[in-house]
C-alpha cells in the first residue's frame, strides 16, 4: 500500500463527504416531501462526475494516480452514497411506501445511468 496514494484518496474522500453533507443539507431544507431527493441528488450528481472524469481522462487528461484515485475513489466515492440509498429504500418500504420506493430504486438507477452516460456523451462531443 503506498502511504501517499492513501493521503490522497483520504483528502478526496474529507472533500467528498463534506460537499454531500453540504448539498444534502441544502436539498433537505427545500421540502420534506418524504421521498429522499437528497440521496438521489448526489448520486445522480456524482454518477455525471465520474462521467465526465472518465471521459476527460480518455481524451484530454492524464492525471497521476494520485490524483485519479483522489478524484475518484475519495471525493466521488465519499460523495455518493449507497448506504443511504439503502437506508432510504428500506424506510420507504418500512413505511409502507411501494410506489415511492419502487420509484426510488428504478428511478435512481436509470437517472444515474443516464446522468453517467450524458457527461459522457457531453464532454465526448465538446472535446472531440
Known amino acids: ?7 490522497f484518496v483520504g483528502l478526496g474522500g474529507a472533500i467528498g ?9 441544502a436539498i433537505g431544507h427545500i421540502g420534506h416531501t418524504g421521498f429522499p431527493w437528497s440521496t438521489l441528488s448526489v448520486n ?3 454518477a455525471f462526475g465520474l462521467g465526465a472524469v472518465i471521459e476527460l481522462s480518455a481524451l484530454v487528461w492524464s ?4 490524483i485519479r484515485a ?3 475513489v475519495g471525493m466521488l466515492g465519499a460523495f455518493t452514497t449507497f448506504s443511504t440509498f439503502s437506508m432510504d429504500l428500506y424506510f420507504l418500504l418500512n413505511r409502507g411506501a ?4 419502487s420509484l426510488y430504486a428504478m428511478g435512481s438507477v ?9 457527461a459522457m456523451s457531453l464532454f465526448r462531443l465538446i472535446l472531440s
Open 1 to 7: 500500500m503506498n502511504l501517499q496514494l492513501l493521503m
Open 17 to 25: 463527504a463534506m460537499g454531500r453533507f453540504v448539498m444534502m443539507s
Open 44 to 46: 445522480v450528481l456524482g
Open 63 to 66: 492525471p497521476s494516480p494520485e
Open 70 to 72: 483522489m478524484v475518484v
Open 98 to 101: 411501494i410506489v415511492n420506493a
Open 110 to 118: 436509470l437517472v444515474c445511468l443516464v446522468a453517467f452516460w450524458a
